[in-house]
Nanobody, 115 residues
């Protein structure tokens, strides 16, 4: 069974940093597009950052210049480095793996930015 396991969430003050990681198993990781989504209470889930199998990245406008997504195909991981965090970044963050109709999600990890 495919598993995406996230780690690295937590609580941080505004301006702080966190790194989220997602470890994948039971998929041919290198061919999948990977992404980080987030969902805040009362809001729809949104794509924060994505990285294609070829390494092309895309970001939500509000996180450009603050967040960086990167992948390590050998370790089957995708990570999201989040700097200069703001209270509006508070959400549950989900890892996603997508290849055609194959679409998998992690369980989510909470990120809270508060003073």
């Amino acid at each position: 069974q495919v598993q995406l396991v996230e780690s690295g969430g937590g609580s941080v003050q505004p301006g702080g940093s966190l790194r989220l990681s997602c470890a994948a198993s039971k998929i041919i990781f290198s061919i999948y597009g990977m992404g980080w989504y987030r969902q805040a209470p009362g809001k729809q889930r949104e794509l924060v950052a994505g990285i294609s199998s070829g390494g092309t990245t895309n970001y939500l406008d509000s996180v450009k210049g603050r967040f960086t997504i990167f992948r390590d195909n050998a370790k089957r991981t995708v990570s999201l480095q989040m700097n200069s965090l703001k209270p509006e970044d508070t959400a549950v963050y989900y890892c996603n793996a997508n290849w055609g109709t194959a679409d998998y999600w992690g369980q989510g990890t909470q990120v809270t930015v508060s003073s």
